[in-house]
C-alpha cells in the first residue's frame, strides 16, 4: 500500500520530461532579438542623424561626406574597391595562416623543452612590443617581392597572440592529471596529444581571433607605409589614392568595407570557437540554470 501511495504520489519520477526549449521568433530565440536589435536601432539612428546634419550645414561632400552618397560611391566604385579588398584579404589570410602554423608549431616546441622557451620567448615579445610602422620600411627595402613583404608585416602582427596564448594554454593543463598521466607510463607525445592540446584548445582559439583582427591590421599599416612603392592594389592605397585626389567619398567606402572585413573575421573566429568548444568546454556550454 505504501509503495502504491508513494508511486502515485510521484508519478513522473520514471517519466522522462522533454527538454524545455526557449521560444523563438523566425528562428532565433527571443532573448537573443535585444542583441540584435538594440545595436541596430542605435547604428540607424547614427546613420540618420548624420546625413541630417550634413545636409542641414550643407557640409561639402569633400569635407564629410553623408551616408547615402558613400552608398553610392560603394555601389559605382565597387569594381575597383572589391579588388583592392580581394588583395587586401589575402593578404590577411596568409599571414593568418603562417601565423597559426608557426604559432602552434614553437608553442609545442616551448612546452616540450623549457630551455627553448626562456631562450626564445623573450625575442617574441621584442618583435611584438615593436612598432609595426616604424619596422615596414626597412622590410620593404630589404625583401624584392612586395607582395611577400607586405605578408610578413601582417605575420609579425597577428604572430604574438597566437604563440602567447597557445603556450600559456599548453603549461595550464591540470598538474594532477599529468601526474596521472606520468604514473601510467604515458610519454610525452601521449601526454601532449591527450592532454596538453586540449587543454590548450580554449587559449589558443581565444589568441586566434585576436589574430584575425591584427592580421588585417598588419595588412593595412603595411599597404599604407607601401602605398608609394608600387603596391596600387589593397584598399589602404585606395584610401591614399582618394586623399590625394579629394574623393573623401571613396574613402570612406574603402574604410567601411575594412571594418566590415574585421567584422567579418571576428565573427568567423567567433562561430569557430563556438564549434569547437560547445560540446565540452564550460566557457561554451549553455549552463542549465
Known amino acids: 500500500m505504501t509503495e502504491t501511495v508513494a508511486g502515485s504520489a510521484h508519478p513522473a519520477d520514471d517519466v522522462d520530461l522533454p527538454p524545455v526549449r526557449s521560444p523563438t521568433v523566425l528562428g532565433i530565440r527571443r532573448e537573443t532579438w535585444p542583441k540584435i536589435l538594440m545595436p541596430s536601432a542605435m547604428g540607424l539612428l547614427?546613420?540618420?542623424?548624420?546625413?541630417?546634419?550634413?545636409?542641414?550645414?550643407?557640409?561639402?561632400?569633400?569635407?564629410?561626406?553623408?551616408?547615402?552618397?558613400?552608398?553610392?560611391?560603394?555601389?559605382?566604385?565597387?569594381?575597383?574597391?572589391?579588388?583592392?579588398?580581394?588583395?587586401?584579404?589575402?593578404?590577411?589570410?596568409?599571414?593568418?595562416?603562417?601565423?597559426?602554423?608557426?604559432?602552434?608549431?614553437?608553442?609545442?616546441?616551448?612546452?616540450?623543452?623549457?630551455?627553448?622557451?626562456?631562450?626564445?620567448?623573450?625575442?617574441?615579445?621584442?618583435?611584438?612590443?615593436?612598432?609595426?610602422?616604424?619596422?615596414?620600411?626597412?622590410?620593404?627595402?630589404?625583401?624584392?617581392?612586395?607582395?611577400?613583404?607586405?605578408?610578413?608585416?601582417?605575420?609579425?602582427?597577428?604572430f604574438f597572440p597566437i604563440l602567447s596564448n597557445t603556450t600559456t594554454g599548453l603549461n595550464s593543463a591540470d598538474h594532477n592529471?599529468?601526474?596521472?598521466?606520468?604514473?601510467?607510463?604515458?610519454?610525452?607525445?601521449?601526454?601532449?596529444?591527450?592532454?596538453?592540446?586540449?587543454?590548450?584548445?580554449?587559449?589558443?582559439?581565444?589568441?586566434?581571433?585576436?589574430?584575425?583582427?591584427?592580421?588585417?591590421?598588419?595588412?593595412?599599416?603595411a599597404e599604407f607605409v607601401a602605398g608609394s612603392g608600387g603596391v596600387e592594389s589593397g584598399l589602404a592605397y585606395r584610401i591614399l589614392e582618394s586623399g590625394?585626389?579629394?574623393?573623401?567619398?571613396?574613402?570612406?567606402?574603402?574604410?567601411?568595407m575594412i571594418s566590415l572585413s574585421g567584422i567579418v573575421i571576428f565573427l568567423a573566429m567567433s562561430l569557430i570557437t563556438h564549434l569547437a568548444l560547445r560540446r565540452w568546454h564550460e566557457s561554451a556550454i549553455k549552463r542549465e540554470n
Open 46 to 158: 547614427g546613420l540618420v542623424l548624420w546625413e541630417v546634419l550634413v545636409r542641414v550645414n550643407e557640409v561639402p561632400h569633400y569635407i564629410l561626406p553623408g551616408p547615402l552618397l558613400i552608398a553610392r560611391t560603394l555601389w559605382t566604385d565597387w569594381g575597383t574597391l572589391s579588388g583592392s579588398l580581394w588583395i587586401t584579404l589575402q593578404i590577411t589570410g596568409m599571414a593568418l595562416t603562417v601565423a597559426v602554423v608557426l604559432g602552434v608549431a614553437l608553442s609545442i616546441l616551448f612546452s616540450l623543452s623549457k630551455w627553448v622557451e626562456l631562450s626564445f620567448f623573450p625575442y617574441a615579445v621584442i618583435l611584438q612590443v615593436t612598432p609595426i610602422v616604424s619596422i615596414a620600411p626597412l622590410i620593404i627595402i630589404w625583401v624584392d617581392n612586395t607582395y611577400i613583404s607586405l605578408l610578413i608585416c601582417a605575420w609579425i602582427v597577428a
Open 177 to 221: 592529471l599529468r601526474n596521472l598521466f606520468e604514473l601510467y607510463g604515458a610519454t610525452r607525445w601521449q601526454t601532449l596529444r591527450r592532454l596538453r592540446l586540449p587543454a590548450a584548445m580554449p587559449f589558443f582559439l581565444a589568441g586566434l581571433r585576436i589574430s584575425g583582427g591584427l592580421a588585417l591590421i598588419g595588412a593595412v599599416v
Open 244 to 256: 590625394y585626389r579629394l574623393q573623401i567619398p571613396r574613402m570612406f567606402a574603402a574604410l567601411i
